[in-house]
């Protein structure tokens, strides 16, 4: 069963914008921290943001200022909406649920992942 599912990436020119999408299932959504990672060819996958179920944030110190999480409870639907992008914010993104609730940003700690969606950012 398909837990999270990701839409929303593509390719902008750097200064530009996009908004990811992460559908979660009801359960995931309602009990579970949830996240944003991404990982660029050859690098390993790092957190972009967490937010836990009550709605309390943590940023990678690269996105602050520049990217936001939210979440639609009425849709079981998470967002990142990406600002100002940069060349080195492209990757692939992936949504992740866990339930550890500490905000943690390490991806070992998330059992449950999307398939990904690509970002590309053209200088």
């Known amino acids: 069963q398909v837990q999270l599912v990701e839409s929303g990436g593509g390719s902008v020119q750097a200064g530009g914008s996009l908004r990811l999408s992460c559908a979660a299932h009801d359960y995931i959504y309602k009990n579970y921290q949830m996240a944003w990672f991404r990982q660029a060819p050859g690098k390993e996958r790092e957190g972009v943001v967490s937010?836990?179920?009550?709605?309390?944030?943590r940023y990678a110190d690269s996105v602050k200022g520049r990217f936001t999480i939210s979440k639609d409870n009425a849709k079981n639907t998470l967002y990142l909406q990406m600002n100002s992008l940069k060349p080195e914010d492209s990757g692939m993104y992936y949504c992740?649920?866990?339930?550890?609730?500490?905000?943690?940003?390490?991806?070992?700690?998330?059992?449950?992942w999307g398939q990904g969606t690509q970002v590309t950012v053209s200088s």
């Open positions: 992740a649920a866990s339930e550890i609730g500490d905000l943690t940003m390490f991806p070992e700690n998330y059992p449950y």
């Open positions: 937010i836990g179920i009550a709605g309390s944030t």
